[in-house]
C-alpha cells in the first residue's frame, strides 16, 4: 500500500496554490497574542486617562488610544488571513514602526511636549521595549507568509 492509498488522492497543484498561508499559526499566534494583550491595554489605558484627565496630556492619551487601533486592527488581520489580510497588516506594522520611532524619538528630544508618557513613548521603554520590537517581528513574519 502506497502513500498515496492510505491518505486518498493527493491534492493537485490547483489546489494546494488555493490553501491559503495561515497568519495565526505558529508563530503568528505569538504575534496574535501579543497584539491583541496591546490592544486591550492600550484601549483600556487610553480610555481611563481621557476619562480621568484628559486636559493634562491631551496628545499622549489621543496617541495611546491610536496605537491601540493599529494593534487591534493587526490582530484582526493576522487572525483573518489571506494575502489582503496580510498585505494590510505589513502596511499597519510599517505605520506602528515609525510612529514608535517617531514618538520614542519626540518623547527623547522634547520631553515638555509629553506630561505623561503614550504607549510609544521612550520607544516602548514602559512596555519593555516590546513596542519597538513586535511591528519589526511581525514584519518578518508577514514577509515570510508571503514567500510561503
Known amino acids: 500500500m502506497s502513500d498515496t492509498d492510505r491518505q486518498g488522492t493527493p491534492a493537485s497543484p490547483a489546489s494546494r496554490q488555493k490553501q491559503q498561508f495561515e497568519l495565526g499559526t505558529g508563530p503568528g499566534r505569538v504575534l496574535v497574542w501579543f497584539y491583541g494583550v496591546f490592544t486591550v491595554a492600550a484601549a483600556s489605558r487610553s480610555i481611563v486617562e481621557m476619562i480621568l484627565d484628559f486636559g493634562k496630556a491631551p496628545l499622549a492619551y489621543t496617541l495611546s488610544a491610536v496605537a491601540a487601533v493599529v ?27 515609525a510612529g514608535v520611532l517617531i514618538v520614542g524619538t519626540w518623547t527623547q528630544v522634547e520631553p515638555s511636549a509629553f506630561p505623561d508618557s503614550t504607549v510609544w513613548s521612550g520607544f516602548g521603554m514602559g512596555y519593555l521595549f516590546i513596542p519597538v520590537i513586535l511591528p519589526v517581528t511581525g514584519m518578518l513574519w508577514l514577509r515570510r507568509a508571503r514567500n510561503a
Open 71 to 97: 494593534y487591534g486592527f493587526i490582530t484582526y488581520s493576522l487572525v483573518r488571513g489571506g494575502e489582503k489580510a496580510r498585505r494590510a497588516a505589513l502596511m499597519c506594522c510599517a505605520a506602528e514602526l
